[in-house]
């Protein structure tokens, strides 16, 4: 009997509770389908169904603009209808990160050129700049490149205002007379001041030159220096020391063995990280069968990636013949990096003088480390 009332009383508190389950899940379904507004019905019944809409948008907002790469983007977007739908909102696009726009070059397809349209679309200057240099260099579809690449640059995008500066210096696009050097030096000025570091290099060597601007060797000088330094600033930030040992920071006889940073201070800098634009082009190119065309070169600093838009665009090295660049900034850079010593005649000094475009690099190496003794 006891048994039984026990019985009883366990199945009178059973229905009891089932019946508060039932309420307490009802009351759940009606609050969620408050918070979603217009979703539809009961959904799976877990807890991110209950986030408000908003959080899941301002999540989303925080993905796309620290993602390290599309994966981790995509992969969020493909997870449920939901995710889809609040994902390629215009607000969460116009945040994108270049790292969450980086599209590898074997990855190109016409689903991945509409993505970036609808990213720029939205708003997000990254993607004006990465479809822009596509389609400018990959697609030879000039206008709507240089267009896109200017939307970026109005917006004070560094790297967008460098790039339509190599563009007037070169007169890209277009033939000789097309060179506009007084326009390039104004946006290589503009993304200078923004801290692009191949712009202050740029504007550095033209300054001692004389290139587009009245020559002016000191101011010269002080851009190169700078240019050194927040390049070495850009490179400790992204490499936190009790992650990566600073070795590279010590001393060393061996310059000409060292990474192409700061090497005339002494210091063994490793490279920056490429642009995901860059990359893209260098990748492009280098594929079989997508060369830029016949007589037409790649810039050989590796971390550029322009193609010449005709025959003889690009500069090249005197003493060798062998490498072209599209700007002094890349042919610094890539003296510094790796061509100092496969250049042939380069350790000899009757042969540097003989050749006047390697002047200003050699020069310019020996002023810079006399100004860092
Ligand atoms: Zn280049
Ligand atoms: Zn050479």
């Given at each position: ?69 599309p ?30 726009l980086a599209i590898k070059?074997?990855n190109?397809?016409?689903?991945a ?261």
């Amino acid at each position: 009997m006891a048994a039984a009332t026990g019985n009883m009383c366990v199945d009178g508190g059973d229905t009891a509770a089932k019946r508060k389950r039932e309420e307490f899940s009802w009351e759940e379904k009606s609050s969620r389908k408050k918070l979603k507004g217009s979703a539809e019905g009961d959904g799976g019944g877990d807890l991110f169904d209950a986030l408000p809409d908003d959080i899941v948008h301002s999540i989303l907002c925080k993905l796309s603009s620290t993602a390290g790469c599309p994966e981790d983007f995509i992969n969020v977007l493909i997870t449920c209808k939901r995710l889809n739908s609040l994902g390629l909102q215009p607000m969460v696009l116009s945040k994108s990160s270049h790292k969450m726009l980086a599209i590898k070059a074997k990855n190109w397809s016409e689903s991945a050129r509409r993505f970036l349209v609808r990213c720029v679309e939205s708003g997000s200057v990254e993607a004006s700049f990465i479809l822009g240099m596509i389609l400018f260099y990959c697609f030879q579809n000039r206008g709507e490149g240089v267009a896109l690449i200017a939307k970026a640059a109005i917006t004070s995008h560094a790297a967008a205002l460098y790039s339509l500066a190599v563009i007037q210096f070169n007169g890209s696009g277009g033939s000789k007379n097309n060179k506009d050097l007084r326009a390039g030096v104004a946006l290589c000025s503009r993304a200078a001041f923004l801290g692009h570091v191949d712009a202050m290099r740029e504007l550095g060597h033209c300054f001692q030159d004389g290139y587009g601007v009245s020559r002016n060797i000191m101011e010269g000088r002080r851009l190169l220096l700078q240019a050194n330094a927040r390049e070495l600033a850009l490179v400790i930030t992204a490499t936190p020391g009790a992650v990566v040992p600073r070795a590279w920071l010590r001393w060393s006889p061996h310059r000409h063995l060292q990474g192409p940073l700061m090497s005339d201070f002494g210091c063994n800098v490793p490279a920056a990280e490429t642009h995901p634009a860059n990359q893209f082009l260098y990748d492009w190119f280098s594929s079989p069968g997508r060369e830029p065309g016949p007589d037409l070169r790649l810039c050989s600093n590796s971390g550029c990636g322009r193609p010449e838009t005709r025959m003889h665009e690009f500069r090249r090295c005197s003493v060798c013949g062998t490498v072209n660049y599209c700007s002094r900034a890349c042919q610094a850079l890539d003296w510094k990096y790796k061509h100092k010593a496969d250049c042939g005649p380069h350790n000899s000094g009757a042969a540097i003088n003989r050749y006047g475009d390697l002047n200003a690099l050699i020069n310019l190496n020996e002023d810079d480390a006399a100004i860092a003794i």
